[in-house]
């Protein structure tokens, strides 16, 4: 290919009317001119060069009666920092054609060796006996070999017929082949994925073609056929223009075999920003019925997708402000009709309408520190909210609308350098569009305050812990308490008591009811740090973090403090951790909800699995993920939940690596899942051999592949999804 392009550039037409070989820079050991023939002839290490055009080689001859240069004997073509090789070289310089022989050359990361290049015209070339490889040994271990090849530069090529050899064994042969070669994205047929499984039987995947519109816009046309099963066509399209929109749809339609039923999915997203900085973001999906993804997705997370959400987003900002307009629909796919009573089947938002104002200054602060004062702490912020919303159930249905408008003013000061003081006002009112008792546009007004106190006590002392000079223990206990009146204002004109309102208005989304009463909440973090010196580099790291929180409400008959919540995080070590979740009841003595969840990571090298070759080389790397999940059931054996998950990496040797996951059940004793596979470099081809077991899928997955070009490939997959 390199050749085709220098053949192109020895082409350009001579617009000055003046002999070629004036116009270039020759050199040889010797030189022979023939007055009377004006021929010229280099001899020895002989060389012309034209721009950034360079022809080498043993003899150059130049026939002004023939108007042609030769070049004969190690022709060495170059263009700037590339090169092509050959035996000899035709120039015709009337008609710009040219011929070389024996050629040699390399292009995108490819060999391509013929017996003749023969440039017709500047957009025309014809190649004999033409052989393509990516190896890089003497001896190939793979080439693909034609017996006749046209080439449009920057368009495409056609072959035929074409054969691909395997250590000089043929493989395959096809009698016509057509690809592309532009640069950047190009259309063209796709290559198919063929094997077998269990419940498709033998099938052909991913046979389609492929249209590369711009560099912004692309769509993939491919089908499936199943032996057993189906015939599936898939759309993909892509679009993505920088800093203005991106996105993504996939459109699908299956006719399956044993009932002759049609089935669909759509898929669609995309975000757009307009120009007066206006977002745009759409999610759309949608299927034919409710079983769809569990009875045709590959992936097992999405077979076990539960519901299916669609949304259309604008927003923008309004000065400091922030206002946005959803709607959003939501299917529940795991709903089966007449199964069980009354449930779930949509959600529908339409329309969800906020905005909101950031926390500001109430008045200006000053620049000068000195003149500050504590009004100049307070500050204030909004938020409104309009949401209109159905929802359907399997027997009845629920319309609900109303506005929410909240604010609320805060302070901030430290009494003494040390205690954090905030305090805090909030109103929140909301209106309906109607009621329980069917009154239109009701609401009510209630007002809440709170005060926050906060301070830090922090001690450091000596240590050899792990290599740590200095550890920092940090102690932050807090106080909150907040208060509401029993009473609220009801667009009615009079006060009612905070217990009626269930009585009265709708809970849905984010609107919740007046409340009343008290709460405290106590909360105590404790943090240890450590530092140490690491290659002249200073190096912090928590090292333990401890959380206990709890509440107190007054106004509660029975069980006035809650449970304390505990949370103690450890992380001794870069490669591993654990978490212990749990809360504590001071009125039963019992712990409830406990977990501990432990991760561990390491990586490394292991010099002695080496060959005894003698040579030094890296040692083989490895990996290990292992992760602890065991949530015991403190008073019934029956909830208990300890699994362990597992991932290992291992390059055994420089050209063999195996990888391994498991997913282990170990109060059941039984795996959950298992698979690992074995890949084996092939110096120009790779192999890769996967083995997965669990109860959802059981198969393997077998492929080899160039690895300059992966798409060419043979692969073999069965399963029994």
Known sequence: MLTICLLILLSQPDTTNVDPMESMAYSADSLVFRINEENLTLVGSASIQQRRLSIAADTIRYLSTEETVRATGNVDIADGGENATGTALIYHIPTATARTFSTTSFYDRAQYNSETVTMLSRDEFNLTNVIFTSCEKDTFDYYFWAEMMKVYPDDKAVAKPIVLYVQDTPVFWLPYVVFPIRRGRSSGFTIPTLGSSSRDGRYIRKIGYYFGFSDYFDLLISSDLMEKTRFQVTMTERHNLRYIMNGRSRIQWRRQFENSRDRWLVESTHTHELFDGTMVRLTGNFVSDRSYLEDTQQNPQDRMEGQLRSWLSLSRNIGRGSAQINVEYTEYLNA????????LLSELSAPDIRFSHPSAPVFTTPSDPASQRIWHSLYWNFSSHYLTEKTEWEDSSLYN????????????????????V????????????????GNTYPGWLHNSIGLSLATDIYGMFSSNFAGYSILRHTISPSISTSWAPDQYLSTDGGFLDTDTADSVYYRFSDFSLPSS???VTFSLLNVLEGKRLSRGTVVKKTLAELALSSSFSPDREEEQFSPVSISLNLTPAQWISTRVNSSY??????????SFTTSLQLAGNDPTMQPDS???????????????????????????????RLSVSLNLTTRWALNYRA???????????????????????????????????????????????PDIKVEQHTSSF
């Open 614 to 644: 003698g040579f030094i080389i890296t040692p083989l790397s490895w990996r290990l993920n292992l992760s602890h999940n065991w949530r015991p059931s403190l008073y019934s054996e029956d909830d208990d939940l300890n699994k362990l």
């Open 336 to 343: 089966l009709p007449d199964s069980v009573d009354n449930e």
């Open 585 to 594: 009841s001071t009125y039963t003595g019992k712990a409830q909800d406990l």
């Open 422 to 437: 905030s305090p805090w006002l909030k109103t929140t009112g909301t209106i309906y569009h109607r009621d329980m008792q």
């Open 517 to 519: 009463g008290t709460v």
């Open 663 to 709: 997913y282990y059940d170990i109060t059941g004793d039984d795996f959950i899942s298992q698979d690992y596979s074995i890949m084996r470099d092939l110096d120009s081809w790779e192999a890769i051999f996967t083995r997965h077991v669990s109860d959802i899928d059981t198969g393997f997955y077998f492929r080899i592949n160039i690895k300059v070009f």
């Open 401 to 420: 609308a109303g506005m929410k408008v909240s604010s609320s003013l805060s302070g901030s000061s430290r009494l003494g350098g040390i205690l954090a």
